[in-house]
Nanobody, 123 residues
């Protein structure tokens, strides 16, 4: 299971740090993806970190967001800086042990999902 937390209300230009707690026997083999979904829009890829610590970011967040993982504590994090109103969405973390590089950005590639945490950026 996955549990995302850390969402809230922040002003434009502010920062938030989201956390994703993983419940399972092992965490290291999993690739962790972050997605978001704004009202009326499709789920959007935000960032991913694989078992080797390699990362990829969506075009709209690259340079502002940083994904990381703490294998010892079964946690992943998403540091969000320079937030904009268009970053407002429910943010989800997802996990997969088998996803391949070419489909990291496809939500269908992830078997496990957290419940989501709401981020609201006020203008």
């Amino acid at each position: 299971q996955l549990q995302a937390s850390g969402g809230g209300l922040v002003q434009t230009g502010g920062s938030l740090r989201l956390s994703c707690a993983f419940s399972g026997r092992t965490f290291r083999p999993y690739t962790i993806g972050w997605f978001r979904q704004a009202p009326g829009k499709e789920r959007e890829f935000v960032a991913v970190i694989n078992r080797s610590g390699n990362t990829r970011y969506g075009d709209s967040v690259r340079g502002r967001f940083t994904v990381s993982r703490d294998n010892a504590n079964f946690m992943a994090s998403l540091q969000m800086n320079s937030l904009k109103p268009e970053d407002t969405a429910v943010y989800y973390c997802a996990a997969s042990q088998t996803i391949i590089y070419s489909v990291y950005e496809d939500p269908e590639g992830y078997a496990f999902w957290g419940q989501g945490t709401l981020v609201t950026v006020s203008s």
